[in-house]
């Protein structure tokens, strides 16, 4: 991913709009990338900002609660990755079964 395709998922990400596999893709760009980290981190003080206007609550840790949110998408991508692995096993067995189910039939109609 290019800084200009991470930039234009800041704002997604911060809505929470990314699908898993955008998400993943985010996340490792901002990994090794400080440019796209401060982009993230600008639009993110900006937005809690505002919605603080909004609520009127007081002080407000942004960079603490911006660390949550990134440890959260991490579980999320790593969920998604957990899901994925169980459903291709629940699809290999399921063709394996088959496979046994054909194989124990075929040697039922050849035994003598
Ligand atoms: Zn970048």
Redesign the pocket.
């Known amino acids: 991913m290019t800084?200009r395709e991470?930039e234009r998922l800041v704002t997604p990400y911060i809505q929470d709009k990314l699908s898993g596999d955008e998400l993943e893709a985010f996340l490792e760009?901002l990994e090794h990338?400080r440019?796209?980290q401060e982009e993230l981190e600008i639009y993110f003080m900006v937005d809690v900002g505002l919605k603080q206007l909004d609520t009127g609550s007081g002080t407000f840790d942004i960079m603490g609660a911006l660390q949550k949110r990134i440890a959260e998408s991490y579980a999320r991508v790593r969920r998604m990755w957990r899901f994925r692995k169980m459903e291709y096993a629940v699809n290999t067995l399921g063709v394996m079964a088959v496979l046994v189910t054909v194989m124990l039939q075929v040697r039922i109609w050849l035994a003598p």
């Open positions: 800084c991470a760009h990338c440019n796209c």
